[in-house]
Each structure stands twice: as structure tokens, then as C-alpha cells.
């Protein structure tokens, strides 16, 4: 298991992309239960930090992927350890090859239908060999998930996708993953809606920077208020800095 830190009251796995890969390929192949992954980026910590509810959910993950450069710089600047960023819409690609390669299926849960549609079309294209098991769309009422829990588990597929926003895909997955037989089951958020070309990542060299925030806010200027936790993110950082070397 990753070993996992405590950053500003909230956990996050000390993994990089390819230590998270190979943890979830193993524990298809080889382990028990269903390992649930959930993505950790500033935002969301500035969120479980007042939300204790959150918190717990991060809490009860299998895995606790670094999403956004700033926990891992935050990681780094307070002494907790030196990992790298594990994007959630890049782990998920990667895990698609690994799971064409070594055969292993997977279900795609959530998004809009057109987007479900899409994003399987494009996988498949991407991934000749990917067996998509099966999938649903994410507007689906409460009383039908037992349903579709049956069929996930009827699908025969090895890893579960759920698109479904956070942290509705979080509460989502802590409540059904006991009953779940698939091996892997990652939260990926708005990752449907980017494989289907809906959404456009970062260019390159932005990427390569660690600025692909900074390039969602030039596109999209509403999301000034996501900056702004970023923003509150950095203080609470420079605080816990200043408290340790007080100590």
C-alpha cells in the first residue's frame, strides 16, 4: 500500500502515475474487494477541511490519488514527502490500456448520455483491444441503483468508471462498494466529457508547466471562484510552514 500523508488535516497517497498504475493493475489481477480511488486536488482540500463528511469519504479511499500540483508542492514545501501529480483524466486513460493489455474489462458509469456514448466510442477507437463490459448513464434515480449494481456486477467487468461529479461519485462509491465485485473503482469527474472531445485539456506546453489551472481560467473566467480556494489553499500551506518552524 502507498504510504499516505496527512496534508492540511486531510489525506493524500505519496504515489506517482506509474506507482498508482501498477497498484491498480495488481490489485485486479491479484487482490480482494473493490479499491476504490478518489482524486485530491487543492480545491477539494480546502472543502474537506470544512467538510467533515468529505473528509471522511477521502478517508475510507483505497487510494488517494495527488490530482493537482499544488498538494504536491504543498507535500514537498512541508516536509511530508516527494511524489508526483497523478492527473484523474490521465490515470484513466492509462488504465484502459493496462486493462486492454492484460485483458481485464471495465463499465463506464455517469455523464450525459451523448457523452457516455461518446466517450466509449473513443476509447474503443483509442484502445482497440478494451472490452467495455458495459455502461450507464449518470441520470439514473437512487431507487434504480441496486439495479445497476446487478448489472455492473452481472457485466463481469474488472474496473469501474463513475463520472459523476464530486463528491456525489465519492459517497456513490464508499456506499456500494461493499457490494460491488469489481476490482477497481475510480471516480473521474468531468474525464468522460474530455475523452469524448467535449472538453479540450490544456495544450501541451501548459501541461508541461503544471498550468493547465491557469488555462481553464483564461477559457472559462467564471471559474475565478475555483481560484480562489487555490488562493486560500497556498496561505493555509505558508501558515502550516511558518508553524513548523516555530515548533
Known sequence: MPARIDLLGVPVDCVDMGQALDFLIDHAAHGTGCATVFAVNPEKIMRARRDETLRALLSS???????????????????????????????????????????????????????????????????????????????????DMPALVERINASGAAILFAAL?????????????????VKVAQGVGGTLDVIAGRVNRAPPLFLALNLEWLYRLLREP?????????????WAVVRERVRGKGR
Do not use: K
Open 222 to 234: 467564471r471559474r475565478i471562484w475555483r481560484q480562489r480556494a487555490l488562493a486560500a489553499f497556498a
Open 165 to 181: 461529479g464530486s463528491p456525489r461519485q465519492e459517497a456513490w462509491m464508499n456506499r456500494h462498494a461493499p457490494a460491488l465485485r
Open 61 to 143: 479511499a483505497t487510494l488517494l490519488i495527488p490530482d493537482g500540483i499544488g498538494a504536491v508542492l504543498a507535500a514537498r514545501i512541508l516536509g511530508l514527502g516527494r511524489f508526483g501529480r497523478v492527473p484523474g483524466s490521465e490515470l484513466m486513460p492509462n488504465l484502459c490500456e493496462r486493462a486492454a493489455a492484460r485483458g481485464f474489462s471495465v463499465f463506464l458509469f455517469g455523464a450525459r448520455p451523448e457523452v457516455n456514448d461518446e466517450a466509449a466510442a473513443a476509447l474503443l477507437r483509442r484502445f482497440p483491444g478494451l472490452e467495455i463490459a458495459g455502461r450507464q448513464h449518470g441520470y439514473i434515480d437512487d431507487a
